[in-house]
């Protein structure tokens, strides 16, 4: 199993940071190599990139959503 499919199959605050602390080395990583000149590393470290931010915005979203319905059963209930 993916790590994508466990984040978006059940997403959690974990999940999201991971994603955050994943993207953050991905762009040090991306200066190094730009620094360094490694311009086919720093192709793939930048989509490896793009792809995470990618993931870890629909993450936030779905945290969001499943925030948001947590608050309207627990309304709908009382």
Request: hydrophobic fraction near 35%.
């Amino acid at each position: 199993m993916s790590l994508k499919s466990i984040v978006l199959s059940n997403p959690t605050e974990k999940h999201y940071c991971m994603l955050l602390n994943i993207e953050s080395i991905l762009v040090q990583t991306a200066e190094l190599y730009k620094e360094k000149g490694y311009q086919e590393e720093l192709a793939e470290v930048l989509e490896a990139k793009k792809k995470t931010r990618i993931l870890r915005i629909c993450t936030k979203a779905a945290l969001k959503l499943k925030k948001e319905k947590a608050e309207s059963e627990a309304t709908q209930s009382a």
